[in-house]
């Protein structure tokens, strides 16, 4: 090596290239955290080359592989045209419109409105347009720019690449499904799981009993082909769900109900993340880490969104996390706790649940 200049110290921030492109870039608040609570209330900003306002999210659990932003489309206006390396999925928080999205060989329209849930194909353009003059639309967005970001570091190639990617059946329409039902053994999936890109209303979607979770029902959804997948879950409230564990970047947002989630890895302290009430909040387990539900009212909705594609998985770290422990897997049964853990997060969720006037079921297991 020819050393042409010395520095004394190291002058980088230590930011992600992604961090640097919306903190610098488009000048965009990006929050950071554990968790993120009153979804529909956050402050946005304009995100000027999208046409909506907009504010990010870099949640510890993410890992920096998925990230997320909540957007905002004014009352009558349309997103401007926009398309990405990357795979992205849409969960509309308040608000109706319409979506546009040009595949490779024909353009697909479909009507959006509250509770609604789509996926954005690979690299295909889109625009979203408010249905409303008088209201705004809210929504949030979970997508793969951040390892794509980080990868590549050149919004150009990330936001302008004309390639095309046959993700999509030229003759697929867009609510278009395929059902898979578990094996006897649940091998793969313990629930129903569809294969779409655009479900109306997650609300009415049909879930299937998760007993390996321990209560509850549960429908899981393949999305547009890609790398993100997501589940919703509807649960009865009143008890605590099997304590589980698995890779990163999956955005847990509860969307009904009173209660808790907490987290820990092993050896550590617990973290604990208290659900909005009357609002939608959103909390990322970070990768590996021990979590557990908590439900503190008689009824509870959640919809998981996260990186993690049985068709087309990244990687194997959500193997088997429908299983339990005793069966290779990485769900916890409440007997399985340490007998110090067990005890504490027990008597704090009775209390809890007394305070709001219910007495807790029992825990299985």
């Not at 980080?150 to 499904?177: G, H, V």
């Amino acid at each position: 090596m020819a050393t042409k200049t010395t520095h004394v110290g190291i002058p980088w921030d230590g930011r992600t290239a992604y961090e640097k492109w919306v903190e610098d870039d488009l000048k965009l608040d990006l929050h950071r955290g554990y968790a993120a609570t009153g979804l529909s209330k956050t402050p946005v900003r304009p995100w000027d080359a999208r046409g909506i306002n907009a504010a990010f999210f870099d949640i510890i659990g993410a890992e920096s592989l998925a990230g997320m932003y909540v957007a905002e489309l004014a009352p009558g206006k349309s997103s401007n045209p926009a398309r990405q390396l990357c795979d992205e999925v849409i969960y509309v928080i308040s608000g109706r419109g319409s979506a546009t999205v040009e595949t490779p060989t024909r353009t697909l329209s479909f009507e959006w409105g509250p509770r609604s849930l789509f996926a954005i194909p690979l690299n295909c353009k889109y625009r979203l347009h408010n249905g409303s003059g008088q209201e705004p639309v809210r929504y949030v967005s979970i997508n793969t720019i951040p390892i794509v970001y980080n990868l590549f570091r050149d919004p150009k190639f990330l936001f302008e690449c004309d390639w095309n990617f046959d993700r999509i059946a030229a003759s697929a329409e867009p609510a278009d499904a395929i059902v898979y039902q578990p094996d006897a053994s649940h091998t793969r999936t313990a629930v129903d799981l569809h294969e779409t890109m655009f479900v109306r209303d997650i609300y009415e979607t049909q879930r299937t009993a998760f007993v390996e979770r321990g209560a509850g029902r549960t429908v899981y959804l393949e999305l547009a082909n890609s790398v993100i997948s997501a589940h919703v879950a509807e649960n009865p409230g009143l008890h605590v769900n099997n304590p589980h564990r698995h890779g990163p970047s999956a955005f847990v947002f509860t969307l009904q109900g009173q209660g808790y989630t907490i987290m820990w890895r092993d050896g550590g302290d617990e973290v604990r993340y208290d659900w909005p009430q009357d609002d939608i909040g959103v909390v990322v387990p970070p990768n590996m880490w021990w979590h557990g539900h908590f439900f503190t009212g008689p009824k509870a909705m959640q919809l998981a969104v996260k990186l993690r594609s049985r068709k087309n998985p990244l990687n194997h770290l959500y193997d088997k996390s429908h299983k339990r422990v005793s069966e290779g897997g990485s769900v916890l049964r409440y007997s399985d706790l340490d007998p110090a853990l067990r005890e504490r997060i027990w008597g704090d969720y009775v209390a809890e649940v007394r305070r709001n006037g219910y007495e807790p079921n029992p825990p299985k297991g």
